[in-house]
């Protein structure tokens, strides 16, 4: 019996002083950046603004999730610090009350409308045919329904695909024959053939990819070390946009993503030099005018309630943090 | 004296009658005392401030309700009912005739016994995936994914039952002349029913996860997206409402299989 109390008390000290390691482990002050989206080339524009910001204390990392509502759940319970994504609408049903905000427009919409040229030739020829998006809710949905307004046109159907990787070998295989992809994708698509594939004319759309969000009270405590981290990410969209070159030199310098695989490592400079022609990296972190022109957006397609004029920008932005950031960097 | 029979003869139902009917009303009883309390368990932590995206009990009940009444649910469970009753179709017929041959056919044995233990074995939800490549977006990757996660469970079970028959019995119908067809219906399948229905409800169990994981992974429709979407646009409780009414028809679909086992074969009375 004696035996048994030991072997018993033996187990819950192992499984206690296990515990007390795993959250000493996370109890540090590294400010983790959780995104729905594999960390490849891409990403380099916000590591390059980590590296610079470690250099001045600042500890941040990037996380892949599994998706964007996941992304969400994660900040608003804690477990990351910062998402990457979009969540307007998530905070349009919390309403004001919403413990999270944006603070910080990281890439604008860089989607494109890739098809199959032998069946589709603009988007009239779309009207009553299905599309493939990435899921309900997401910027490709709002595309959609942005573009079922401007050309007075009707999708038949919209199926979800998620993943722009998966969309592209769905388009070459014969499977789908209009979707919307991101620019590696497209590049990848077009090159596999260039005359079976084409690109339809999005035209003027003026929309948040990617935001920066965290919980008020996390952007309240860490204000200084957030302010660094937004400088050097404004630093690095001036500096990509001044040269898109930049990101694949630094990645040698600063040794990031050291195992990303040759193909992908070749994307890279053709992927920032497409971004920057499409105007994808805003210099000053977006703020009130992004906030703004995402209500007319995501109104017009349905993503938020509107009318877009009713809706307050202070419920889903914090824009003190990132004018401190630009007055400082300027 | 007939009388004084006929009274204690009655008088004898009717205590078993009590015996009958006590512990099942009691069951009744206690299984609604449980559901009770862990809905109340959820009601406090969900009223206690534990998470946003953890709303209370009341909250969920209501989403529940509008969402029956807003028609979501019966437009999400016609994309997801056809591939979940194909699926369920052959992971029942074909587990179990699996399961019964191989327990019969020794020569079957070595054939699909590694197959099934190792899709028994294997992390399903890591196949799913890889079930796009070969079946695309269709729905026929998910019921694939509702076979390969439901099927081994209903056909090893089928399996161990049928191995498992008393030899004493076996020998008493081999000392009765009895022929194969006779001993396989009368001794074999009766011996074996707990075990193949103990695999069939695992097996409906395995089914439902099928379908649900295959809808996240996939392609999130149905129930699937249901529960994306709603998180995505933080309404939890209606989230948490989907995952409650798929938890309901499992069970339901459980306690269907339970009434059909009773009435294929009843319980021997005392």
Redesign the interface.
Known sequence: MVYLIRKILATVSFIISLLATSSLAYADDVITFAEADTITGESLINLIAFERAKARGVNAEAISLQ????V??AV??GQVEIGVGSAY??????GADA?VRNFYQLKKLGFLCVVNKNEIKSWKDLDGKPITIH???SGTEAISYYMEKVHDIKFSEM????GSE?RGV?LMKG?INATFLDITNTRLVLASDPDKFGILDLGDVDGSDSLLFARSDFLKERAGDMQILLEELMRSAREINADPTLPARLREEMGLLPDLPQELVDEITPYFETAVKQGMFAEDGGGLPAALGDFDFLVASGGLKGPASNLNPDNFWNFELLEKAKSALN | MENQLKYSQANEDSKLNITKVGPKTSLLFFRIISFFLVFLIWELAGRSDISIAFPPFSKVFLAFIEMILSGEFVEAYADSLPPLLIGLLITVVGGVIIGVSVGLVRSAEWFIMPLLIIFQTAPVSALIPMLTYIYGISDTSKIVAIVILGMPLVALNSYKGIQSTNPSLLEMSASFLASRTNTIIFVILPSAQKMIFAGLRLGISGAFIGIVLAELLITPTGIGDLITYNRFIARYDKMFATIVSILAIAGLTLSLMRVFEDWLFPKEKN
Do not use: E, I
Request: aromatic share 8%; glycine share 4%.
């Open positions: 998706s964007d509502d996941l969400f759940q608003l319970n609408a998530a905070m349009q049903t919390l413990p899921a309900r809710g199926s979800f695909v998620p998966v769905a499977t």
